[in-house]
């Protein structure tokens, strides 16, 4: 299960975030996830609870997400959301495209306390 090497990896971030606010504890983290990216979004907020339970932090919330895949269709401008299994343009059916979005893992907000 990578995921749980990304949570670890998240939970390195948010330390490094910590040490800059003293005296504040981790409330909540928003977290969003692309389509595309690979990653299991049940999966990576029970591996995220699971690292900071280790930590004895279990008092942090995690608010994981999907993020939508977007594209720019190289032939027209259109932006759009590719479906899953067509990721021709939905306005002339190019197949001229370019992903904008929904690759990555993004840390969107982190709520102190």
């Known amino acids: 299960m990578h995921e749980m090497s990304i949570a670890l990896d998240i939970s390195e ?3 490094e975030e910590m040490e800059k606010h003293p005296g504040r504890r ?10 595309l990216s690979g990653i299991e979004t ?12 280790e930590q004895g932090r279990k008092e ?5 997400r999907k993020a939508p895949l977007k594209a720019l269709c190289k032939e027209c401008g259109c932006e759009f959301e590719p479906q899953a299994s067509d990721f021709r ?5 190019s197949g001229e495209i370019e992903i904008t979005a929904g690759q990555s893992l993004t840390i969107e907000t ?3 306390q």
Do not use: P, Q
């Not at 981790?26 to 389509?35: N, R, T, W």
């Not at 942090?60 to 994981?64: A, N």
């Open 26 to 35: 981790l409330a909540k983290v928003a977290i969003s996830i692309g389509e």
């Open 60 to 64: 942090v919330e995690f608010d994981v």
């Open 13 to 15: 971030i948010l330390n």
């Open 42 to 53: 049940e999966s990576l907020k029970f591996a995220l609870e699971t690292a900071f339970a």
């Open 110 to 112: 982190i709520t102190l």
């Open 89 to 93: 343009c939905t306005r002339c059916a």
